[in-house]
């Protein structure tokens, strides 16, 4: 497949801000990768437009700009042109572009940064975010459950949260609602748990819809050794081997047992 320089711009955006997914979507199926890349892509101007400005009201012009965007897709009226959102409307599907409004909604929380007022809060932040974009990217690709994407979703936007601690904590935000080790090791056992759940239940994604959870190749081993020890999370050290984790990446790429 050979890509518009649109397309081409999406992937190397994730490539640059988001090099995990982006080996995912290279792990895909070339069919599939003019759907993710866009998709991914969009969740990168999305996620970071709070960070980069210290002005409040600049960040929620930038994320209204996307809900405006996805609105537009949602109506299925004119587009704007760009180079994210042009790709993005001919790959997304009116209700997913509604589904994504919810996770730019979600975002605004980071403009503020003020801290998760417990667990079930950091939950439905997870699911809003993490979730909602695996499931957009699984439908626009195939059939799939909600709840088993949800619950990958949630894993994988669990795993991704406790790595950025450290930077997070830097910006001088308080990233989880119970930092002790005995929280940190409880959250990571509930990813965990939604985890094997979502894999228990493997057979309700099908196989058109299967190389979106890719995405979530890295999450068992970083909440494994979070809930093995919690210590690792403030300092740091999550990271899988990059050998050890690409082998597996390719692995269930080429089984589908993601």
Do not use: K
């Amino acid at each position: 497949m050979t890509f518009s320089p649109d397309l081409a711009a999406c992937a190397a955006l994730v490539q640059r801000a988001d090099p995990d997914r982006f080996l995912a979507v290279m792990a895909a199926p070339v069919a599939a990768r003019r759907v993710l890349f866009p998709l991914y892509a969009m969740n990168v101007e999305v996620s970071r437009a709070p960070w980069v400005t210290a002005e409040p009201m600049i960040a929620e012009l930038r994320l209204q700009w996307w809900r405006d965007a996805l609105a537009e897709i949602a109506g299925g009226g004119a587009v704007r042109r760009h180079e994210v959102v042009t790709p993005l409307a001919a790959v997304l599907a009116p209700d997913l572009a509604a589904l994504l409004d919810g996770l730019v909604e979600a975002r605004r929380g980071d403009i503020w940064r003020d801290p998760f007022e417990d667990a079930a809060h950091l939950d439905r932040y997870l699911d809003a975010t993490s979730g909602s974009l695996l499931l957009a990217a699984a439908r626009a690709l195939g059939a799939a459950e909600e709840g088993v994407v949800r619950d990958f979703g949630y894993a994988l936007g669990l795993a991704n949260w406790l790595r950025a601690v450290p930077q997070l904590e830097a910006q001088g935000r308080i990233p989880l609602p119970d930092g002790t080790p005995d929280g940190v090791q409880a959250l990571a056992r509930r990813g965990l748990e939604r985890l094997a759940r979502a894999r228990a239940a493997r057979g309700a994604v099908s196989r058109q819809a299967a190389p979106a959870m890719l995405a979530g190749w890295q999450a068992a081993a970083v909440l494994q050794r979070a809930a093995l020890t919690p210590g690792r999370v403030a300092s740091g050290q999550l990271e899988p081997g990059a050998l050890t984790g690409r082998l597996s990446l390719m692995a269930r790429a080429a089984t589908g047992r993601w």
